[in-house]
């Protein structure tokens, strides 16, 4: 397979260079991006004055929750929604690329919430890579976002009548039917990342709320290391209508008010989950609440509508305040990577796992060995602000195509 350098991966790499060439090299010398630091508590240990903000975002960062330092101020935190079967997974190396696969030779139809968001784009790309090493013929679906359209493409792919179907929801009560449709159909399905709101079939889900937990527990080491006493006022750009997404700023906000238990929760704005609408919420948010200096974006499109709203208002700069999120998409590890950036906390949402969890997962379900009670709870990964994990986090979630 050829693959293109994008402009986007290069401006990366230029920075993963000039952190590593110019700032000492003390980013590559931390730790993996699996292994926690050595300290107990992230933040305990002031870091030294001359690192650069990346640098020290990297210095206080752990892969292990924390414990609140004043249990009161995460009492009224909500525990995890997203979930009516729990966060266990069925046994078995969900992650291996078997020799051979039951996908072999057949239709396969795979659909994606929005193919502009670079999550989606990437499991698009791994499902044709896994097309062309297993030969099975695979056509994608673009939900683009739009309940409608998801509607239609159900209809379009029942009236395909593939072999079997990895379908990504919308919205977790509309899942529901359109699973027993296809079903209906006599079409095997699985569905991924969003889960329905009954176990209609097997699925691939996220414990997003784990995740973020530690990312906000790395945010708030990282504010009190940076910015010490000064009262964090925090601002949400939100898109609360799916429990997936309340779990993912119930997590940020119980990890980081376990560091900083005197921060305060100031306003939340709906973002739609897209940039063109989460950068007028993040302006409208800032514009009304010039005192925030903390912004958690429920993904990374609203992270980025939030760091376009930061450099309009002339307030974009790593001594602003912290910016955290999840996904991981190439953009946001330019930002995390970027000295000069407020986005210092990130939990990977990693579409090569998703995409080989989910080819597994419907391999055995035409092979009749897994139903509706099959699931894969998938904890999304902490990305280390270090050119090592930040380079190997890209190469294996966003190559180059």
Partial sequence: MVRKRSALAAT???????VAAGC???ATDAPPATTAPATAQPGDTAPPAEMNATELAASVWSNDPCEPKDPAAVADVPEPVDTVTGFDSAPGDWMALPETSPLTGKRIAVSVMGLGQPFFGAVAGHWKDLAERYDFDLKIYDGKFDAGTVQ?????????????VAFAPLAADAAVPQVEKFQAAGIPVVTYNIQPAQPVAPRV????????????????????????????KIGIVHYSVLPQVQD?????LKGFLSQVPTAEVVAVVEGGAVIDKALPAASDLLQKNPEVNVLFGINNDSTLGI????????????????????????????????????WKAESGYPPYDYA?????????TLDGKADKDTQIALVPPRIQPTTEAAKEWVDTQYPER
């Avoid at 990366?12 to 000039?18: D, E, K, Q, R, S």
């Avoid at 993912?248 to 940020?252: D, P």
């Avoid at 080989?356 to 055995?364: D, K, P, R, W, Y």
């Fill in 248 to 252: 993912r700023a119930n997590g940020f």
């Fill in 12 to 18: 990366l790499a230029a920075i993963l260079v000039a």
């Fill in 307 to 342: 760091i376009g709203a930061l450099k309009a208002d002339n307030k974009y700069s790593s001594d602003w305040g912290v910016t955290a999120s999840i996904d991981g998409s190439l953009p946001a590890v330019t930002e995390l990577m970027n000295p000069d950036s407020p």
């Fill in 24 to 26: 000492g090299g003390a």
């Fill in 356 to 364: 080989i969890q989910t080819f597994n997962l419907l391999g055995a």
């Fill in 152 to 164: 239609t493409l159900v209809d379009d792919i029942i009236a395909d009548n593939p072999d079997g």
């Fill in 205 to 232: 889900i996220g414990f997003d709320y784990q995740s973020l937990l530690i990312t906000g527990c790395n945010a708030g080491a990282y504010y009190n290391a940076k910015f010490g006493d000064t009262p964090a």
